[in-house]
T-cell receptor, first 114, second 112 residues
Framework: KAGVTQTPRYLIKTRGQQVTLSCSPI?????VSWYQQTPGQGLQFLFE???????NKGNFPGRFSGRQFSNSRSEMNVSTLELGDSALYLC?????????????FGPGTRLTVT | GQQLNQSPQSMFIQEGEDVSMNCTSS?????WLWYKQDPGEGPVLLIA?????ELTSNGRLTAQFGITRKDSFLNISASIPSDVGIYFC????????????FGKGTKLSVKP
């Protein structure tokens, strides 16, 4: 079974621009969670989608948004990029219907904002 | 927000040594997970724990879900060079869909 895939792997953007990251979950997994990883803050939860609905959201500004498609693929968007948005963005998928327990991570997208 | 205190922050290992690390929290967790992350990669799930007191092994790795539901431990026996990396504990609160709370990680390096 193929793992979680994320595209692109690396991205360089300029302050003020917007960016869209993509995540394809493990086949059959319907839950996708997104995390931001930085050296200072560690891994922080952004949001979680299940069946195209956002079920949970972390403490991030509204510039961070996401969506999920009917095939469970998910995208996250960051608008008006700031230098502090430079981070590794990870998505994770889970097969649980009611709650997400075991989460399997993709390799991440390394975003650099200059 | 919720926090997990993971210790130690870093440690040096010599091949063959046993390694221990732990995570504690002020909150009660429904699930504890342990991950390993190598440079440039996403975290890889090592062990999942669902019941207080549960002891689960995966090869040379053994993890336990604390009785109070507020802590968890990971032990690595007879370490080998490929054990080097960063280990993270993660907990999930009941009803918190998809939201794992992570510790800051324990970095394992080889003794010089």
């Amino acid at each position: 079974k193929a793992g979680v895939t994320q595209t692109p792997r690396y991205l360089i953007k300029t302050r003020g621009q917007q960016v869209t990251l993509s995540c394809s979950p493990i086949s059959g997994h319907r839950s996708v969670s997104w995390y931001q990883q930085t050296p200072g803050q560690g891994l922080q939860f952004l949001f979680e989608y299940f069946s195209e609905t956002q079920r949970n959201k972390g403490n991030f500004p509204g510039r961070f948004s996401g969506r999920q498609f009917s095939n469970s693929r998910s995208e996250m968007n960051v608008s008006t990029l700031e230098l502090g948005d430079s981070a590794l963005y990870l998505c994770a998928s889970s097969s649980r219907l009611a709650e997400s327990y075991e989460q399997y991570f993709g390799p991440g997208t390394r975003l650099t904002v200059t | 927000g919720q926090q997990l205190n993971q210790s130690p922050q870093s440690m040096f290992i010599q091949e063959g040594e046993d390694v221990s690390m732990n995570c504690t929290s002020s909150s009660i967790f429904n699930t504890w997970l342990w991950y390993k992350q190598d440079p440039g990669e996403g975290p890889v799930l090592l062990i999942a724990l669902y019941k207080a007191g549960e002891l689960t092994s995966n090869g040379r790795l053994t993890a336990q879900f604390g009785i109070t539901r507020k802590d968890s431990f990971l032990n690595i026996s007879a370490s080998i060079p490929s054990d080097v990396g960063i280990y993270f504990c993660a907990g999930q609160l009941r009803g918190s869909q998809g939201n794992l709370i992570f510790g800051k990680g324990t970095k394992l390096s080889v003794k010089p």
